[in-house]
């Protein structure tokens, strides 16, 4: 048995660590920022931070390793942290890590995600490895382009052949378009508790697209510029109907259930399905984060959701920090670190 | 006098059951949630209701009327609620009910509530009976459209002829097109206190209109097949300018005074105005709901507007929890309930 | 020394005077708001005000000044405020007022407003002199056009050429158009802690630029009547990338280091930059405002940023009311009013 106080939750200043540090000390850790040299002044500034470890780069996490050991800190991931280490380095890692590694594969690359997400019954978009059998609107991505740049669209063969000859030699996939509204569903999975729970929803903010439909179709036409980007800088709250909640429950559960057959002892801790609500009030998904995600950055003093169940404030942070402290309660950190 | 632990409020699981019965177990009363079978996980993960009464449809309400009449329930209406049970079913329950159900039948049918609206001097868009007078832009709704499937635009006579070609014999009606924002009120009533508050305001998130800005508008035209559909699929939090509140609160007030005459003892409760604000600053209604919409549900901690009054999170749920318990108080039970 | 309790806090009955009030009592202040006749509704009803003083305009404030005088009132100025007064006015104003006086003529006047932003290393957008030197998108507004009425875009000589014909004989500022998502990021900088605070971000709701592309290109096109306006009616709440964070601290900090040498003891306070984020993630600021916005008003329960450093909510009103009681415990009074 063991108590939180001697433990210390540590994690990459950047993306949702306000959150999380945050979250940590509510629940009686000792919080730590590991932070790149130049950027720790959200850190200090917010007061979220017991100590804050500087580096050069991400890449340096390794020489703050034995560190965060010898702090008894589990090491929180989330959406930089993964894009900052790669893979291979944090299933090195020896510093204790909150959540499944062998997950990690499966969210990261397309074709597996795909695979999990279908033996999870969940509705993804149609791909077209021909171009002959578009028959619907399709968007077509490239390949690594940033926030989407260059991405278009396309009704038919015809008009894919017309504006694929703008992009020579580039790798693209053809999507189905489906035209529906964004939606982000934010999850947390205790194996502790055994239960699932919403933790909100949210809109991005995504520059340009959504400021374009602010320029009337008359001016976008005549700039004859307007090329929409993806570039997520910002989230914005939202609840949903809540007749949909059931089915948005269902998928949770699904996702959390088809985890356990390929990678045990399957997905735990938060997560996220990111797709679209179409007219019918069908869930479209494009793809699932088996982590925190920035979404649930506007719920620091919790969502309408949380405050439904628990009577304080609770953040995903604070979600994660009273995880690991129930394991460490119930000796059995094993459950929730690797 | 009595208690509000003798008494339970109930509710249908859907719409803004959540926050109903969250404000229930929050003011002291049993929550009991009437669930469709295979849509009550929400309201056990959230863990709101203290009770949940299955059936196999909602329309099978009358069969467990008599257990809720036992169990001292007042039953609050939302939205769904008068949707599956219908005015008439509504009109003959014995069960308690929180509200005036002399209101219903003003608020469902389209002219009444445009005579309710006009009498409280609220602006509301012209109507054109005869499509040779069409004199500015007009929007073209269908009867029983789902979701506002197939509405048009029309900027004159000529141009409504060639459109409504499209469209043989379906019923129609030409209202004036407002060019302007959407909001929506959210005001509560109480035949206690005697006085209006504002619970809030909201947007809300309509599957595909709110994506189709998201669209250039040069692969609008591309795809030639993006047409509108204004399905309701969530609600994001706003606050208004706050030079408008003034006239918000005279229209709230004025709403209730006109609802005295026509359908006595008038609106109680929480009621919503639905329309748009046009850059001149006007309010123009196109709609009145009277009772809790899930406009509200952003604000199950309260809203920036609640918090103003209260020092304790009041929803709009929670609101009307509060309004029986005072009403059960001052043994003025029938001042709520019918 | 002193106590809040000998003192009050007044401020104009709009625009952000809501948050302003419940601010100050929650700080122990009484709270005074001066009204228009007819505009005292929201005062009332939301309890925010120990006293209401009743004026048949906002221009009678001077008629009132003594009274405050004698109260030991604080004014707290807003948007709405300077907008009433006028610069001169507030600059002779005798009652005691939050802020620095000399700060305005900085931030009212276009050409100083960029010089200040120029010194602070702040990017904003290029202005162009000659319309034939226009090599980008650009956006021609017009001077003193309430709400951006008859605002246009070109992108070419000729094409500016074509359009300013319909306006002809009015003055116009030719401005580099940025394409990316508006951002509006709230401050305050307390010269008792030296420290500088993000309060938040929002989006502004603007009519009826932020409901047209809610309409289809197509109707777009066959409406052939919208304009876009930038009315401000609302706002929304909104959190940005954590890794933007750093960024937008550097800016707040050198915009007040900036004001130390053009009107000094510089700017302190709430302000707020004005600007949008592009698809490469940097900033752009149009505007500056030197004291509270309305794009606070989403956070009188404290904001996800407000949460993170404060226990207890901490709205930008309550703020301004705790520098003010801190100064008075420190007998320092003259360091945050004139």
Chains 1, 2, 3 share one sequence.
């Not at 590991?34 to 780069?57: H, M, N, T, W």
């Not at 997400?117 to 028959?135: E, G, Q, S, V």
């Not at 307007?226 to 909640?245: M, Q």
Request: charged share 25%; proline share 6%; aromatic share 10%.
């Amino acid at each position: 048995m063991g108590q939180a106080k001697e433990w210390s939750i540590a994690t990459l200043g950047s993306h949702s660590a306000l959150q999380i540090l945050k979250g940590a000390k509510d629940e009686g850790f000792r919080a730590i920022a590991v932070c790149e040299r130049g950027k720790e002044r959200p850190y200090q500034l917010f007061r979220v931070a017991d100590e804050i470890i500087l580096v050069d780069s991400f890449k340096d996490f390794p020489k703050v390793e034995q560190q965060l050991i010898d702090k008894h800190a589990v090491v929180i991931p989330h959406g930089s942290f993964i894009a900052h280490m790669g893979i291979d380095e944090t299933e090195r890692m020896r510093a204790r890590y909150y959540g499944n590694k062998a997950i990690l594969r499966w969210e990261s690359d397309r074709s597996m995600e795909r695979e999990w997400l279908t033996k999870a019954r969940i509705d993804i978009p149609h791909i077209f490895d021909d171009p002959a059998r578009i028959d619907r609107p399709v968007i077509v991505k490239f390949h690594g382009a940033g926030g989407g740049k260059g991405y278009f669209l396309a009704k038919s063969p015809a008009d894919f052949a017309q504006k694929i000859e703008s992009h020579p030699g580039k790798k693209y996939q053809i999507q189905e378009y489906i035209i529906g509204v964004p939606i982000y569903i934010h999850y947390f999975f205790s194996r502790l508790t055994g239960e699932l729970e919403i933790m909100g929803f949210d809109k991005r903010y995504e520059s340009n697209v959504d400021s374009i439909g602010r320029i009337s179709a008359r001016d976008q036409m005549a700039l004859a510029s307007v090329d929409p980007s993806y570039v997520v800088v910002g989230n914005s709250p939202l609840v949903i109907r809540e007749s949909l909640l059931p089915k948005a429950i269902e998928m949770g559960e699904s996702v959390v259930e088809a985890s356990r057959g390929i990678a045990p002892p399957g997905l735990f801790g938060p997560f996220c399905l990111e797709g679209v609500l179409t007219p019918e009030q069908r869930f479209v998904i494009f793809e699932i984060s088996a982590r925190i995600v920035a979404g649930t950055n506007p719920y620091v003093q919790g969502s309408p959701y949380t405050a439904l169940r628990y009577d304080e404030p609770m953040s995903t942070g604070r979600r994660i920090a009273r995880d690991i402290k129930e394991a460490i309660a119930q000796g059995r950190l094993d459950l929730v670190t690797q």
